[in-house]
């Protein structure tokens, strides 16, 4: 049976699905059997697995620092928000319900058997499994019935180190005080503590460090400096998004929906020397000098829709088409594209139809049946393969599917206008594929390199890997995590 810690945070955003990741490299390349494991995750970045499950993207990213496919166990509850307060509930890969916030809460007891069972399987066939929580032990209004932080620790008997963002500031009384609230029972389980994202030297904190462990008298584990490289691995969060960009002469525009889902498709792109990806937030116009408008998937497609164009998007859309801009929708956003979206039953909201963008011959029906798959294809245009994937609910058809994007098993997959200016694809990460990507760049004018996305990820964990054997006791939590409890 595995040896087990748990990374929790002071607070949210602390850094833990890269502390997780990194940790994982580390105790890889160490030669242990390594699996990372977040309980409940709540994003719209969702990953498929082999077998055709989701699980949170950054979960994913965590295997692949161990060097192993992804798998349903690693993040058995997986939520996704489709409204300001209720989201879909995917169960062992699976969706269960949408449930609003205080309805889930009721719902918890009832997954806590499902993430131990998740979890028992990963301890069983490892040597070292490695949890995230999510959020904050500190949300104590939160801890009953609770499976993400204490409440899984408790049950699991999990020993956990907390980690504490000092870029933020205030990581002392983050730390000191996410003891003072918690539960007696709780806060014995904290065996360390490490400090994260910290900018300049280090040695500047020594006495803050020396703070936290006396006043909790926890076993520090380092201080660790901001990893620079971050920027490189696939962001878990929308709010990442922002930070990203590039300086290529090529300019992708991408309007940042408000229920905007796995964006990891724009990874590859921003690694791309010739190439500038520009975030446009809500209440910013499009650019309509812009090269290539990319329509971004979305969890609620018919409420971004009304989203974008309350934005005004559709009007700057049309303008930088006029001066010659490329239109390209993956998912969501090809459904968009369309002349209708029509939800008769109401799986996203409320039941009905509403017109699309009109720029694709092409109609939507939203249907019960997911679609969750590994999907190879062929692009046509170039002769290029490409591996990506498909999490979407909903069938479109209409003239342009006659000139698809890609080739599946032969059959046709997207949509293409008749004069090429606007495409549209169900197809996620897609732009990982490297011969494909260089190809569509250069189809469009665009310079495009010849690196490989897929070993930059590689080098990057590795190097990430280096960075905390380097400023972090890695021996000392390995210690903890054989402890045990």
């Known amino acids: 049976m595995a040896a087990t810690v748990m990374i929790q945070g002071a607070g949210s955003n602390v850094g833990k699905s890269m502390l997780v990741a990194g940790f994982a490299r580390v105790f890889a390349r160490r030669g242990l059997v390594v699996r990372p494991f977040k309980p409940q995750n709540m994003s719209n970045n969702a990953a498929v697995t082999p077998d055709g499950f989701e699980i949170g993207r950054a979960q994913a990213l965590q295997a692949l620092a161990c060097g192993v496919a992804p798998s349903v166990d690693m993040n058995p509850i ?38 131990i069972d998740s979890f028992a399987r990963l301890r069983d066939s490892a040597d070292l499994v490695l949890v995230e929580g999510a959020g904050s032990p500190a949300e104590v209004n939160l801890r009953a019935n609770d499976i993400a932080n204490m409440g899984f620790a408790q049950a699991a008997r999990v020993p956990v180190v907390l980690a504490g963002d000092i870029d933020r500031g205030g990581v002392i009384a983050q730390m000191v005080g996410t003891q003072a609230v918690l539960d007696a029972t709780d806060a014995a389980l904290i065996r360390g503590f490490v400090i994260n994202k910290f900018r300049g030297d280090p040695r500047l904190f020594d006495d803050g460090y020396r703070m936290i462990a006396t006043r909790t008298g926890w076993a520090g584990l380092g201080v660790i400096p901001w990893f620079k490289h971050a920027h490189r691995l696939p962001a878990e969060d929308a ?200 190809a569509f760049l250069r189809g469009l004018g665009a310079e495009a390199g010849s690196g490989s996305y897929t070993q930059g990820v590689e080098d990057t964990l590795d190097a990430l890997a280096d960075h905390l054997e380097t400023h972090a006791d890695c021996d000392a939590l390995l210690r903890i995590a054989q402890a045990g409890i």
């Open 78 to 115: 997986l939520l996704k928000p489709e409204s300001e307060t209720g989201a879909q509930v995917i169960v062992q890969g699976k969706r269960l319900t949408t449930a609003r916030a205080r309805d889930y809460a009721a719902l918890k007891p009832r997954l806590l058997a499902p993430v």
């Open 239 to 438: 709010a990442d998004l922002r930070h990203k960009g590039g300086s290529g002469g090529f300019h992708i525009v991408v309007p940042q929906l408000d229920r905007i889902a796995n964006f990891d498709d724009l990874d590859p792109l921003m690694q791309e020397p010739g190439v500038r990806v520009e975030i446009v937030r809500p209440g910013l116009p499009l650019p309509v000098e812009a090269d290539l408008i990319l329509i971004p998937g979305s969890k609620s497609t018919i409420a971004d829709l009304a989203h974008f164009r309350a934005q005004g998007w559709d009007i700057d859309l049309a303008a930088a088409m006029r001066r010659g801009a490329r239109v390209l929708g993956l998912c969501g956003g090809y459904q968009m594209l369309g002349r209708s979206i029509a939800d008769p039953d109401g799986i996203e909201g409320p039941p009905g139809a509403v017109p699309g963008l009109g720029l694709l011959a092409v109609d939507t029906v939203m249907t019960g049946d997911k679609r969750v798959t590994l999907t190879q294809a062929v692009h046509p245009a170039s002769g290029t393969q490409a591996q990506g994937y498909e999490i979407h609910i909903g069938r479109t058809e209409g003239p342009d599917r006659a000139r698809p994007l890609f080739a599946v098993d032969a059959a046709p997959e997207g949509a293409m206008r008749a004069d090429g200016q606007v495409m549209g694809s169900y197809l996620h990460g897609l732009f990982s594929a490297d011969a494909f990507r260089a």
